[in-house]
Each structure stands twice: as structure tokens, then as C-alpha cells.
């Protein structure tokens, strides 16, 4: 099984600055098999970035993902108050489909 | 826009089976694109994929649950099943339907997710 470690575990930051999450797996998932999503309190996840630098449909700019082999980055370039939340990588290389343990970033 | 939604029983006592249907509306189960799958979230913890299953009937599922776990989907209300047995505390967690992009002949991301079911196993 692929493990995949996420840090920070939380992200302390002000509306108006840029984020940067990690995601490492503990293996190579290739350069297009890792997904990110963005998670609130009660609510769906929702897919932010596939195939690790692709934003899915309807999701803002400021969002971009990037990396391969086993490092990745999720950049949210200036945070708006909407995407304090808590965030997850998956890759889907290698079965079974797995997730991080998630970055939450909260408002400073 | 492509809606799911889950279902069923909100406590089930420990030993027991626990059943989740899922009901997909405004997208067929049938498409040739998709896989079918649940994901779990326990109290205070991450994400954990249970399984996932095509229109057919062909199913993926994480090892360290398959031993307890049977998936099925009914084409005809366009609906699909998770159905976990031999329940403990353990199993306590949100309970997510979600759609999945096949982008090969593997199940890759989820594209589209339900909004959860709080499911607590307690005597």
C-alpha cells in the first residue's frame, strides 16, 4: 500500500497570502496518478486538481498542483476566505486508491 | 449537475451488517466512464477508500476491508450498494458515495462526491 504523508498537518495563514501543501508518497505514483481535494465541515469533498497538475471543472485559478514521483505540491497562490479548509492528496497508482491524512489550513 | 446521495440506517449495533445505499441523479450509474465507490471518514480521522464498482458488476476493494465487504448496483433505479458485515466500534464514521473517473481499466479520482452519512455501530 502506498502511504501518502501530507504537511504541515495544519497551515496558519491570513486571507491574502499564499499557500503551499505538501504530499509525499512513500513510493513513486508516477507523474499524473495523484488527485487533491478540499474539505469543509459537513459538506461533499470536492476535487480541486487530477492527474497532479490539472484543476477540475470550475475550480479557481489560484489553485495549481504540481510534482511527480513521489513529492507533490497543492498552491493556493492567495487565499480567499472560502478555502480555509482541510485538504487531502490521493494517488491512484497503485491499488488500493489511498489518501493523506489531510492539511488543515485555518485562518491566522 | 451530477448528484449523489446516501442512505440507510444511522446505527447498527455491533455484529451486525451495515447497509448504505447511494442514489445517483441527474447522470446514469450505466455510463462506461465511471466506477461506483464508497469512502469512509472515523471521527477525528482521514479519509479511507472501501471500495468501488462499474455498472457490470466488477468490483475493487481495499484488502484490509474485503474479507467484510459486498458492493452491488441496480442499473435499473440507478442506484448502488455497500453492505459491511461483522461490525464493530471501529466501523463508526461518515460514509461517502462517490463517483469515480475510470481513466484506464483502474478506477482513478473521485469526481464527484455525496454529502455523507454519520453511520455509529453502539449496542
Known amino acids: 500500500e502506498i502511504v501518502l504523508t501530507q504537511s504541515p498537518g495544519t497551515l496558519s495563514l491570513s486571507p491574502g497570502e499564499r499557500a503551499t501543501l505538501s504530499c509525499r508518497a512513500s513510493q513513486s505514483v508516477g507523474s499524473t496518478s495523484l488527485a487533491w481535494y478540499q474539505h469543509k465541515p459537513g459538506q461533499a469533498p470536492r476535487l480541486l486538481i487530477y492527474?497532479?497538475?490539472s484543476r477540475a471543472t470550475g475550480i479557481p485559478d489560484r489553485f495549481s498542483g504540481s510534482g511527480s514521483g513521489t513529492d507533490f505540491t497543492l498552491t493556493i497562490s492567495r487565499l480567499e476566505p472560502e478555502d480555509f479548509a482541510v485538504y487531502y492528496c490521493?494517488?491512484?497508482?497503485?491499488?488500493?486508491?489511498?489518501f493523506g491524512g489531510g492539511t488543515n489550513v485555518e485562518i491566522k | 449537475q451530477l448528484q449523489l446521495q446516501e442512505s440507510g440506517p444511522g446505527l447498527v449495533k455491533p455484529s451486525e451488517t451495515l447497509s448504505l445505499t447511494c442514489t445517483v441523479s441527474?447522470?446514469?450509474?450505466?455510463?462506461?466512464?465511471?466506477?461506483w465507490g464508497w469512502i469512509r471518514q472515523p471521527p477525528g480521522k482521514g479519509l479511507d477508500w472501501i471500495g468501488s464498482?462499474?455498472?457490470?458488476?466488477?468490483?475493487y476493494f481495499n484488502p484490509s476491508l474485503r474479507s467484510r465487504v459486498t458492493m452491488s448496483v441496480d442499473t435499473s433505479t440507478n442506484q448502488f450498494s455497500l453492505k459491511l458485515s461483522s461490525v464493530t466500534a471501529a466501523d463508526t464514521a461518515v460514509y461517502y458515495c462517490a463517483r469515480l473517473w475510470l481513466g484506464g481499466s483502474y478506477p482513478d479520482y473521485f469526481d464527484s462526491w455525496g454529502q455523507g452519512t454519520l453511520v455509529t455501530v453502539s449496542s
Open positions: 492527474g497532479a497538475s
Open positions: 490521493q494517488q491512484h497508482y497503485n491499488s488500493p486508491l489511498t
Open positions: 464498482i462499474y455498472y457490470s458488476g466488477r468490483t
Open positions: 441527474s447522470g446514469s450509474i450505466s455510463s462506461n466512464s465511471y466506477h
